[in-house]
């Protein structure tokens, strides 16, 4: 099993930052996939960054060239670097990842408020 935990969400004024971080542990020999998700109130939850062993990075179209999804190897620690925030990144955000037999986990969420 993984267990994941979200930490990092608060309230940041549009155009600000936040970085959030996600500590991953169990068995985390072998993930398939990483990934932040998001759901905002009423909407339905949209995967917002995502990566795997090879290959780029993958990312929303509202988010790209101001949100960043990296690791931390050593500390197994995953990260999701959101600057120059906007109202509508407002949202609960979910750490999410896929195991090499291909089972879904997911944190508890944390939520992020951009307001002024």
């Known amino acids: 099993q993984v267990q994941l935990v979200e930490s990092g969400g608060g309230l940041v004024q549009p155009g600000g930052e936040l970085e959030l971080s996600c500590r991953i542990s169990g068995d985390t020999f072998a993930l398939d996939l990483e990934a932040w998700y998001r759901q905002a109130p009423g909407k339905q939850r949209e995967m917002v960054a995502s990566m795997e062993p090879v290959g780029p990075s993958d990312y929303l179209d509202s988010v790209k060239g101001r949100f960043s999804i990296f690791r931390d190897n050593a500390r197994n620690i995953l990260f999701l670097r959101m600057t120059n925030l906007k109202p509508e990144d407002t949202a609960v955000y979910y750490c999410?990842?896929?195991?090499?037999?291909?089972?879904?986990?997911w944190g508890r969420g944390t939520q992020v408020t951009v307001s002024s």
């Open positions: 999410y990842v896929k195991d090499s037999l291909q089972r879904q986990h």
